[in-house]
């Protein structure tokens, strides 16, 4: 397993996030309250049994069981509901925006850059800190939920619609997302990592994505065409055109292997193509044990020199 970033709804590193966390707390310290309360009287009452002024007990029954708890729960809701139109306020124009696709198991990353073009990656989503940035969420196959436990709430992509999630990351960090929704055998796999930059460095980071790989005779290119990876994966700049699974343009510099199941390391990636059924069970992708020896050793370093 990578080592994990964090993922933490209490543990805030954006403003939706924030807001969150504070209702759940006022929530836990009126509810802590009130218990306490609740177990005071009934020690009391345990204490001090017998006889009791009854019309003192009809108006703690009233006052105690009714009035009270209307009180509360409506000043609850009242605050619950006036973060609301905080969180859905709409993002200000020119924000970055995000095109997820959840596809069993994995994340289809689309940034959309100024001039209209677009650049495509996978299982990793880059954002500039202290700016708000605007997903769209879909999928291709079944009910997936995206969620970015410490930069805000969750929002479920499903097939044939687009739904709409406003997230404002103020810290820069390494955060982790994750699949909410029971989508099938690799759900619990079904992750991702969310690096929060500086807007200069994040600006370097998709200008970087935008290159298209150097094309070079490689010897693990002539492995990775050979042995049909490219029906599956894109590397830009290269014959490899597949559309069907991750784009592999810029897989060196990925933090992991998967959507967040393995560190992206060469040891990790020779056991990603030869047991990957033995690493995510229910996986699509094809276990490809009959690549080894120098076949494999080239078609590992090709992938990782792709930065
Ligand atoms: Cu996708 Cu759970």
Same mark, same amino acid.
């Given at each position: ?8 709804? %209490? ?35 345990? +204490? ?24 509360? +729960? ?9 973060? +609301? ?213 080239? +078609?590992?370093?090709? %992938?990782?020199?792709?930065?």
């Amino acid at each position: 397993m990578p080592v994990s970033p964090s993922q933490s709804a %209490l543990d805030t590193a954006g403003e939706g996030a924030k807001q969150i966390a504070d209702l759940f707390y006022v929530m836990l310290s009126v509810g802590v309250l009130i218990w306490l309360v609740v177990i005071g009287l009934m020690i009391y009452a345990i +204490l001090y049994p017998g006889q009791h002024d009854a019309k003192k007990t009809q108006l703690l029954v009233i006052g105690g069981g009714v009035v009270f708890p209307t009180i509360v +729960l409506a000043a609850l809701l009242t605050y619950g509901l006036s973060i +609301l139109p905080e969180l859905q306020r709409p993002v200000p124009a020119g924000s970055q925006v995000v095109e997820v696709v959840g596809v069993r198991w994995w994340w289809r990353v689309r940034y959309r850059l100024p001039d209209g073009g677009t650049v495509e990656t996978a299982n990793e989503i880059h954002l500039p800190a202290d700016e708000a940035a605007e997903f769209k969420l879909t999928s291709e196959d079944v009910i997936h939920s995206f969620w970015i436990p410490s930069l805000g709430g969750k929002m479920d992509m499903i097939p044939g619609r687009e739904n709409r999630l406003k997230l404002f990351p103020t810290k820069v960090g390494v955060y982790r997302g994750v699949c909410a929704e029971f989508c099938g055998a690799a759900h619990a796999q079904m992750s991702f990592d969310v690096v929060v930059r500086s807007r200069a460095d994040f600006d370097r980071w998709l200008t970087d994505q935008t290159q298209d790989a150097i094309d070079v005779p490689h010897p693990g290119k002539q492995v990775f065409l050979r042995r049909g990876c490219s029906a599956c994966h894109a590397i830009r700049g290269t014959v490899a055109d597949g559309v069907v699974g991750p784009d592999l343009t810029h897989f060196g510099s990925r933090r992991s292997i998967g959507a967040a199941v393995l560190d992206n390391t060469a040891e990790h990636l020779r056991r990603w193509i030869r047991e990957t059924h033995e690493v995510k069970p229910g996986v699509e992708m094809p276990e490809f044990d009959s690549i080894e020896g120098t076949e494999l050793e080239a +078609l590992v370093e090709y %992938l990782e020199s792709l930065r």
